[in-house]
């Protein structure tokens, strides 16, 4: 094999290593984008409880709702 063939084969041997490591690169980058996806859902979902929340106890109490303190 010529030096030059020697050359070749090593860079599509390089080639083939690069490409496979921007494949799996890729699906990390998507598994990711999944994931963020999903937490950024689940925390719409939580900072729309805590409002709801955070509402129910801002609301003037009226003394007919109270409980005794004896109770």
Do not use: G
Not at 1 to 21: D, G, I, P, V
Not at 49 to 69: C, K, N, S
């Amino acid at each position: 094999m010529t030096s030059q063939e020697s050359r070749l084969t090593e860079l599509e041997t390089l080639f083939t290593h690069m490409q496979r490591t921007i494949q799996d690169l890729d699906q990390v980058v998507v598994e990711q984008a999944r994931r963020i996806d999903l937490l950024e859902r689940e925390m719409r979902l939580l900072t729309s409880d805590l409002r709801t929340l955070r509402d129910a106890y801002r609301e003037p109490r009226r003394p007919e709702d109270e409980v005794p303190p004896h109770y």
